[in-house]
């Protein structure tokens, strides 16, 4: 089992930047691919980014492409999710997510029901 914990989200001003965590804990020695994804009011919930295990690949929405960046630090079991030129449409409840796999390299897949393991979430809020 692992458990997620999701930080970092808060107000921020159309054009801003936040950085969010995603800290594991539990079963962390196994393989997982981890993925973010979000759901504003009244939607249905959205991929945002993905990456391996390794670390060395990562998916991405075409609309998060070159604002969003995913990364993580094994050492520290945390994912982050680097958010820059944040705009009023990215409002949203963030959620990190992990799916198992035997493979290391697996960039994660954009469908939230290949998942396993879900944190509570974060509100990020733009502010037009």
Not at 20 to 45: D, H, I, N, V
Not at 107 to 123: A, F, I, L, R, V
Request: proline share 2%; glycine share 10%.
């Amino acid at each position: 089992q692992v458990q997620l914990v999701e930080s970092g989200g808060g107000l921020v001003q159309a054009g801003g930047s936040l950085r969010l965590s995603c800290a594991a804990s539990g079963r962390t020695f196994s393989y997982y691919a981890m993925g973010w994804f979000r759901q504003a009011p009244g939607k249905e919930r959205e991929f945002v980014a993905a990456i391996s295990w390794s670390g060395g690949n990562t998916v991405y929405a075409n609309s998060m492409k070159g604002r969003f960046t995913i990364s993580k630090d094994n050492a520290k079991n945390t994912v982050y999710l680097q958010m820059n030129s944040l705009k009023f449409e990215d409002t949203a409840v963030y959620y990190c997510a992990a799916d198992p796999t035997s493979n290391r390299y697996y960039s994660g897949s954009p469908y939230s029901h290949e998942y396993e393991h879900w944190g509570q979430g974060t509100q990020v809020t733009v502010s037009s």
